[in-house]
């Protein structure tokens, strides 16, 4: 599945007379409540803020909101320039906000020709980083079979869990997740699930339930399992 939108999300305007956002701008109140409430809802259904980022909502509203004004791309001259954009205006708090929740994150995609061992174990520290609180994973190793095509993906967890192979190609493996999400500690409710762009996949860490309402909410399904990455 490829999420157009997301790479052309700030490219073109319907706006005759477009202007261009300087960077360091000041954001309109609009938009900062906009995200504010956006967050607000992401937290109804379970997406956690990391207290280091900042102290209240309108703390990480205006971050993220200041993340849209350094792009320094053609926008509208409307007073919520993010509502008006935005065919997923919610997912895109989530998706820019990313670096402040504690239970998503961005990885990346179509950039693991070539990769080895040490980017395999980073990538997959990143991803079960979201789940450290409740899955204990003490470390990971990686083996990439480059002729084959293959890597090996092993946990050092408790309980202890079988090691899993995916694809090694450019694109990110997502049946990734389908392989962590079977091996993950009965005792443990939340499951690995995502979406991407063909650049960048997003991945939460919720209850199966939170990532059905988290779907509905941002108008776009989150996966579970999956065979590829995104073409």
Known sequence: MMISWLKSFFSAS???SPVVLARGAEATEAEVEFVATALMKLQ???IELNPEFGSSMMDFA??????YQRAGDVIEPRTNRITMRAPYP???ALWNGQSRFKNATLIG???????TSGDYVEVFNQILGLAREEWRVESIDASVFEVEGKAEISLRAIPAIEPFVVTAAKDFDCSAFARLNERASKSVENRFAYIGDGGTILVVWLPPENITRLSKLCGIEFQTAGSHSFQ
Do not use: F, P, R, T
Request: include cysteine; aromatic fraction near 4%.
């Open 14 to 16: 319907a706006s005759a």
């Open 44 to 46: 109804e259904v379970g």
């Open 62 to 67: 205006s971050q993220i909101v200041a993340g």
């Open 90 to 92: 919610i997912l895109m």
């Open 109 to 115: 995609d179509h950039c693991y020709d070539g990769a």
